[in-house]
């Protein structure tokens, strides 16, 4: 019918208008309206189709052809149109939805190409094309697809529109380059507060703190801006990091007074920033007045009470989400996991772990370190590798995260494997890494893992790889705190000494306070209370750990008045005095013979300072006692113990009847342990050596066999003394030594010199029924007597002798070096695995309470 009212000779205009006329009649419904009425892509293409097959596709058709495939999410076919669309302004609309969909759909790599197309086609974007374009460069950081774009907004002129600039600036930030987006925002020729917005945004997640509030502090005061909400949560999350609570709080009042707290990004940002600040308290005001709460704000609160060490707050709100069904994320689980692997709780950890992934929520790097890490403090092997293998079968994209470092979860793979006692595994990992790709963590989780749980020469060793002229990374505080560990562990006071040098060669500012009290740690059981005290006394800033750590030297070196004098002025100070700091004043009391003293402040607990006393309290007091020789009130303390004894207690009381021969308490001692089923080597050694100062030798048979028959090894002895050229280890019996048959010489000689001035050895413990010749070779082999041997030979004239045991010293030995310290111009400083020993001019700091 149409072909028949067609006029073929017509004029191109009055043929295309009789055309669309005749369908209007013939088809009235097919309008732009009823175009935009469709409510699927199937009727949208069945009226493309009739437009198509009565040739009457106009321009105007076409574009809410394009409008409606748009809106049903039809966007390929919207392109296909598009593309032969001749360029117009108006038509620009349409690129622009259709790249702004994309976008939506989280394609920014489409709304590129999609730009391109648009732009070999001959249109030309307007300043809504280009907002658009920078967002989706900056969300894939395409600093080179947002150079190109940012010139074609310049050759076009839209550079010069507010929008236009903020959306470059915003893009450049994305992207990570700042002096761009600095540079970008100088060159505006006019600004609002997004602009402001903009660019303070781009210094806080830049890592430039205080230069936001420096930008914001110009917006309000030299420009003139009033912030709005949105600038408030770009401004609090910097004043967390610097640490400006003054400033913080301000923010809070304005918040109030401009009623801005209503906004709930505002609410969880304040949250945030008391959190971060520790101010709990203040945190939880906000968070109690929020009329309108998500996920965020929840998360803030947990993971604040987390850190701050506020578990049970922590725990509550955790489990308070779970009563009120909310929504949790990754991040709530991962806080709440985080809480309990800092308190020490592994399993709790890991049950939360498991309740997280049955809810099907995929872990992330922040949740396995923590559960790594809970794994670590209760040794949790197997539960450990589980998560290994998890993270080997489930990888995680850090780079996605946001983060760009996927070592953290290597790294504390390697600080669990360690702390489980299988340093092998974490050496494995840790070479299995190349140099480029090993951290400064790295090297301090492998070096701490040998020198907390392994080998703490290895520890020093890999410490000295660290400075190779390949190695790029150097140590930092917390490596140089790890081996300052290990150099305690071995008494290698020459090492921590060159390791103090570095520390204040290398720190810009002070030496952090955690370094600082590890080295009055290391000075103090390397032997050297005097430096340890030097230290004590140059800190500017002290805590409960320096107080307690000198106060513990004091205590090993037998230095009990110093002890407490430290004691009381902390408490005078008014540091909070818990269980550790006095089971330390005991344990001074105890190794300095103070038995008045030690029984008040055990007496004074409580009232004193709030501790009531625990197991290890009272095994201190026992050990008091008992050195003392008042073994009946040890035991009648232990019979009024208001928990059940446990070994540690019995063993302290072994310990002090093999020093006074009391064979018949020692024996109840021993079967006290024996029904707790300890199999402590200790305990059976302290017997075998009772019955032998005793002479009940078929006793000690006895105890030996039933040591061997249970699979029960005792330790074996070994000593090592620091020289000029480093430390060496003497074990017993040590007969390969390079310069043996030089150590023994020198043994033999002054052994011989002390029995002409009185020394009389102790052999029965361990040399009944041998003639004098074996007598001397048995003695000879104690590893403490080669190692002053050994010292003698190699220490200069003058200078400290300095031994370390790995037991306690023998009664011998302490007689032998008391007189060995009459005749030699060496000051002897033994430590055993109890205390200090400083022998000089024929007398022993421990003035026999050891």
């Avoid at 002025?569 to 001074?588: C, H, N, P, S």
Wanted: charged share 20%.
């Amino acid at each position: 019918m149409i072909r028949r009212l067609l006029i073929p000779n017509a004029a191109a205009k009055s043929h295309q208008y009789i055309k669309v006329s005749l369908f209007s009649t013939l088809a009235p419904e097919i309008t732009p309206p009823f175009i935009h009425k469709c409510k699927t892509i199937s009727q949208v293409k069945l009226i493309h189709q009739k437009l198509l097959s009565f040739g009457i596709l106009t321009l105007n058709l076409t574009s809410h052809l394009i409008s409606t495939y748009i809106s049903l999410g039809c966007l390929s076919h919207a392109v296909s149109l598009l593309r032969r669309f001749p360029p117009s302004d108006a038509g620009v609309y349409h690129w622009n939805s259709l790249i702004r969909s994309y976008g939506k759909d989280g394609r920014a790599n489409k709304c590129l190409s999609l730009f391109c197309l648009m732009h070999s086609l001959s249109w030309t974007p307007d300043n809504y094309t280009f907002p658009f374009v920078f967002k989706a460069c900056g969300e894939i950081s395409s600093a080179r697809c947002g150079d190109s774009a940012h010139a074609l907004s310049l050759v076009t002129g839209f550079i010069s529109n507010v929008f236009v600039g903020n959306a470059l600036v915003a893009m450049y930030s994305r992207c990570g380059s700042l002096s761009d987006a600095r540079k970008v925002f100088d060159e505006m020729p006019v600004w609002d507060v997004v602009t402001w917005n903009s660019i303070i945004e781009s210094y806080a997640k830049l890592g430039k703190p205080k230069m936001a509030l420096e930008m914001f502090s110009k917006m309000t005061n030299e420009f003139g801006f009033r912030p709005d909400d949105i600038t408030l949560v770009n401004v609090l999350p910097p004043c967390a990091s610097v640490g400006t609570r003054s400033l913080g709080k301000q923010f809070h009042g304005f918040a109030v007074t401009s009623e801005m707290i209503q906004n709930m990004f505002v609410g969880n940002c304040l949250v945030d920033m008391y959190a971060k600040f520790g101010m709990m308290d203040e945190a939880n005001t906000v968070f109690s007045n929020m009329s309108v709460k998500d996920v965020v704000s929840w998360n803030a609160m947990v993971a604040g009470y987390s850190q701050i060490g506020r578990f049970e707050d922590a725990v509550r709100l955790f489990e308070k989400m779970q009563e009120e069904k909310i929504k949790m994320d990754v991040v709530t689980w991962s806080a709440a996991i985080s809480g309990y692997a800092q308190r020490g709780l592994g399993y709790e950890a890991l049950g939360v772990c498991r309740q997280m992934l049955s809810f099907g929520i995929k872990p992330n790097e922040v949740t396995l370190i923590s559960v790594l890490s809970g794994c670590a403090s209760v040794g949790a092997l197997m539960h450990g590798k589980e998560i290994h293998c998890y993270s080997i079968k489930y990888p995680i994209d850090f780079h996605r995260n946001g983060h760009g470092d996927d070592n953290m979860v290597i790294n504390q793979l390697i600080d669990m494997y360690a702390k489980c006692k299988k340093v092998d595994i974490a050496r494995a990992m840790f070479d299995s890494l190349s140099p480029k790709e090993r951290d400064v963590v790295t090297w301090t989780v492998m070096i701490g893992g040998y020198s907390q749980h392994g080998d703490a020469n290895k520890a020093l060793e890999l410490l000295a790889e660290m400075f190779e002229e390949d190695c790029q990374t150097r140590p930092n505080a917390f490596t140089i705190s790890c081996a300052l560990v290990a150099c305690a562990s071995l008494a290698a006071l020459r090492i921590g000494k060159q390791i103090h040098a570095y520390a204040l060669r290398n720190q810009q500012n002070a030496v952090p306070l955690f370094v600082s009290n590890c080295l009055i740690d290391m000075y103090a059981k390397c032997g050297d209370i005097g430096d340890a005290r030097l230290v004590f006394d140059n800190m500017m800033e002290k805590n409960e750990v320096t107080w307690t750590s000198l106060m513990t030297g004091y205590g090993m070196h037998g230095y009990g008045e110093e002890a407490l004098g430290i004691f009381e002025e902390m408490r005078r100070i008014g540091f909070k005095l818990d269980g550790v700091t006095l089971l330390v004043v005991l344990y001074a009391c105890s190794h300095s013979g103070m038995i008045d003293q030690g029984m008040e402040y055990f007496n004074r607990m409580k009232t004193d300072c709030g501790v009531s006393p625990g197991p290890e309290h009272y095994a201190c007091l026992v050990d008091l006692l008992g050195r003392a020789g008042r073994l009946n009130e040890a035991l009648r303390l232990i019979e009024e113990m208001p928990m059940e004894p446990p070994p540690v207690v019995w063993v302290a009381l072994l310990s002090c009847c093999r020093i006074h021969g009391k064979v018949e308490l020692g024996e109840y001692a021993a079967k006290k342990i024996t029904e707790l089923a300890s199999n402590n080597d200790g305990s059976y050694t302290l017997l075998s050596n009772l019955y032998a100062n005793a002479g009940r030798w078929k006793d000690v048979t006895r105890i030996r066999s039933l040591m061997r028959h249970k699979g029960i090894k005792k330790r074996p002895g070994c000593s090592w003394v620091e020289g000029i050229k480093g430390t060496t280890t003497f074990f017993v019996g040590d007969k390969t030594h390079p310069h043996a048959k030089e150590i023994y010489q020198v043994l033999s000689d002054h052994m011989q010199r002390i029995k002409d001035i009185g020394y009389v050895p102790e052999t029965g413990f361990a040399l009944h029924d041998v003639d004098d010749e074996e007598k001397d070779d048995l003695l000879f082999e104690h590893s403490e007597k080669l190692a002053l041997a050994y010292g003698i030979l190699t220490t200069p004239q003058g200078a400290a002798i300095r031994i370390t045991k790995n037991l306690r010293v023998c009664g011998d030995c302490h007689t032998a070096f008391t007189y060995m310290s009459r005749i030699i111009d060496h000051e002897i400083i033994l430590r055993d695995s109890s205390r200090f020993h400083h022998f000089k001019k024929g007398s022993c700091s421990c003035k026999g309470y050891w």
